[in-house]
């Protein structure tokens, strides 16, 4: 199964978790997103997306100093941002339960069908 | 890979970026921009100094996807594959790659020759100057020449951004159309100046008096005496001056004997009419001896 598809439906729901915890920039939060398994999503993916939320108000943007060079562009979560991942955690937690659910009845009959 | 290799890498990547996003307001262009580079600079550090760079068009429709963008325009990806297939076939070539090395350092000089190209087109076609032999006459023209050659060299050691850098490519195609002409006419020039100096044949020329197929270069108009008319200008039964023929390229320097030997003494210029207008087929000529200020010598068409 091609899981990058999968993954990219999720994106919005795994960025908006990673900043809730705390303010990031582009390159740390694609950085996190990859240490937690999202090996397939690619920075421009993850930089897209966050000026995708940043355009409909679920995130907003500052600049910071870094020691290392240029200024760096964080994003903070806001509060309608906050709304919407409530929704999409609870609408995720759904999904995943209602797909678990159908997966572990297949698999229960598949091993009955084998056992015959 | 050094830094400079990979910081090279890295611009060219940004502008290859930079181009995909061309349709974007500029403010939001510089922002994901900016975010790139940055994004970029941090991975080379965190990979000490091995960053792989992705496919620049396809991180540009995956970031346009994931913002909610249109994707890259498709005719603009068919031609960027092409020229990026090019360039990926020129750069796993080691021919290709020797000969841009040979070449590299040859990059100023064809500059120079572009800037000198296009002052010999300004000369030659512009200016209608026949006599142009690929050297300017005056102080002006070389003030032009020196300005032309000087842009052209900025031109091509300056680095611009990508549109500006497109604007240098198409310039620099058509800048080619000049130097080809200059160069067709810089021969033209020079077959006709060896041919009427060392033959004094003027089978080419279509301007000016010709007897006997050789070019007249005065008239000597004499009255019913016999004594000779000073100033006088001849002109045809329309009104039209006659003028002699080889006004600048023929017979420029005054030959004469001096102790048995042949010696120069100048260049033969015309008399000048009131307002200042060289009058060809007025006698006498006159002899200057500053060959740099043919042409430039003021002359009392009185004496």
Same mark, same amino acid.
């Given at each position: 199964?091609?899981? *990058?598809?999968?993954?990219?439906? =999720?994106?919005?729901? =795994?960025?908006?978790?990673?900043?809730?915890?705390?303010?990031?920039?582009?390159?740390?939060?694609?950085?996190?997103?990859?240490?937690?398994?999202? *090996?397939?999503?690619?920075?421009?993916?993850?930089?897209? *997306?966050?000026?995708?939320?940043?355009?409909?108000?679920?995130?907003?943007?500052?600049?910071?100093?870094?020691?290392?060079?240029?200024?760096?562009?964080?994003?903070? /979560? *806001?509060?309608?941002?906050? /709304?919407?991942?409530?929704? =999409?955690?609870?609408?995720?937690?759904?999904?995943?339960?209602?797909? =678990?659910?159908?997966?572990?009845?297949?698999?229960?009959?598949?091993?009955?069908?084998?056992?015959? | 890979?050094?830094?400079?290799?990979?910081?090279?890498?890295? &611009?060219?990547?940004?502008?290859?970026?930079?181009?995909?996003? $061309?349709? +974007?307001?500029?403010? #939001?262009?510089?922002?994901?921009?900016?975010?790139?580079? &940055?994004?970029?600079?941090?991975?080379?550090?965190?990979?000490?100094?091995?960053?792989?760079?992705?496919?620049?068009?396809?991180?540009?429709?995956? !970031?346009? $996807?994931?913002?909610?963008?249109?994707?890259?325009?498709?005719?603009?990806?068919?031609?960027?594959?092409?020229?990026?297939?090019?360039?990926?076939?020129?750069?796993?070539?080691?021919?290709?790659?020797?000969?841009?090395?040979?070449?590299?350092?040859?990059?100023?000089?064809?500059?120079?020759?572009?800037?000198?190209?296009?002052?010999?087109?300004?000369? !030659?076609?512009?200016?209608?100057?026949?006599?142009?032999?690929?050297?300017?006459?005056?102080?002006?023209?070389?003030?032009?020449?020196?300005? @032309?050659?000087?842009?052209?060299?900025? @031109?091509?050691?300056?680095?611009?951004?990508?549109?500006?850098?497109?604007?240098?490519?198409?310039?620099?195609?058509?800048?080619?159309?000049?130097?080809?002409?200059?160069?067709?006419?810089?021969? &033209?020039?020079?077959?006709? +100046?060896?041919?009427?100096?060392?033959?004094?044949?003027?089978?080419?020329?279509?301007?000016?008096?010709?007897?006997?197929?050789?070019?007249?270069?005065?008239?000597?108009?004499?009255?019913?005496?016999?004594?000779?008319?000073?100033?006088?200008?001849?002109?045809?039964?329309?009104?039209?001056? #006659?003028?002699?023929?080889?006004?600048? +390229?023929?017979?420029?320097?005054?030959?004469?004997?001096?102790?048995?030997? #042949?010696?120069?003494?100048?260049?033969?210029?015309?008399?000048?009419?009131?307002?200042?207008?060289?009058?060809?087929?007025?006698?006498? #000529?006159?002899?200057?001896?500053?060959?740099?200020?043919?042409?430039?010598?003021?002359?009392?068409?009185? &004496?």
């Amino acid at each position: 199964m091609d899981t *990058t598809q999968l993954l990219k439906g =999720a994106l919005d729901l =795994a960025i908006l978790a990673v900043i809730s915890v705390e303010d990031q920039y582009g390159y740390e939060i694609a950085k996190r997103l990859r240490d937690s398994g999202f *090996t397939e999503i690619g920075d421009a993916s993850v930089y897209g *997306t966050l000026r995708r939320l940043e355009g409909s108000g679920s995130l907003k943007s500052y600049f910071m100093e870094s020691e290392d060079g240029p200024n760096r562009k964080y994003y903070s /979560i *806001t509060k309608p941002g906050q /709304i919407e991942l409530a929704n =999409a955690e609870k609408t995720w937690t759904d999904f995943s339960k209602t797909m =678990a659910s159908l997966l572990s009845e297949s698999t229960l009959e598949n091993k009955k069908g084998a056992t015959k | 890979m050094t830094n400079k290799v990979q910081n090279r890498l890295v &611009e060219k990547f940004i502008s290859e970026i930079e181009e995909f996003l $061309q349709d +974007l307001g500029p403010g #939001l262009r510089e922002d994901i921009l900016r975010e790139v580079r &940055e994004n970029l600079e941090a991975r080379a550090e965190d990979e000490s100094g091995e960053l792989s760079l992705p496919n620049s068009l396809e991180y540009a429709n995956d !970031l346009r $996807q994931a913002a909610g963008l249109d994707p890259v325009a498709p005719q603009k990806r068919v031609f960027k594959d092409f020229v990026a297939g090019i360039q990926e076939r020129l750069d796993a070539s080691p021919v290709a790659k020797a000969v841009r090395d040979f070449l590299r350092p040859f990059k100023p000089l064809f500059w120079v020759a572009i800037g000198i190209s296009s002052y010999g087109f300004l000369e !030659l076609y512009i200016l209608g100057d026949d006599g142009y032999l690929g050297v300017p006459s005056g102080l002006e023209q070389w003030l032009a020449w020196i300005a @032309l050659v000087s842009i052209s060299v900025w @031109l091509g050691s300056t680095n611009f951004g990508p549109l500006w850098r497109r604007v240098r490519v198409i310039a620099t195609t058509i800048a080619i159309l000049p130097m080809a002409l200059m160069f067709y006419g810089l021969s &033209e020039n020079t077959i006709q +100046l060896s041919d009427e100096l060392v033959n004094g044949n003027p089978a080419s020329r279509t301007t000016g008096l010709i007897y006997n197929g050789l070019p007249v270069t005065n008239i000597f108009p004499y009255d019913a005496e016999g004594n000779l008319l000073r100033d006088v200008r001849l002109v045809d039964d329309q009104g039209r001056p #006659l003028n002699s023929s080889v006004e600048r +390229l023929v017979t420029p320097v005054v030959v004469e004997l001096e102790d048995g030997n #042949l010696v120069t003494s100048g260049y033969l210029r015309p008399s000048r009419s009131k307002d200042g207008v060289e009058v060809w087929n007025v006698y006498p #000529l006159k002899a200057a001896a500053n060959p740099v200020g043919f042409g430039l010598i003021d002359v009392d068409p009185a &004496e």
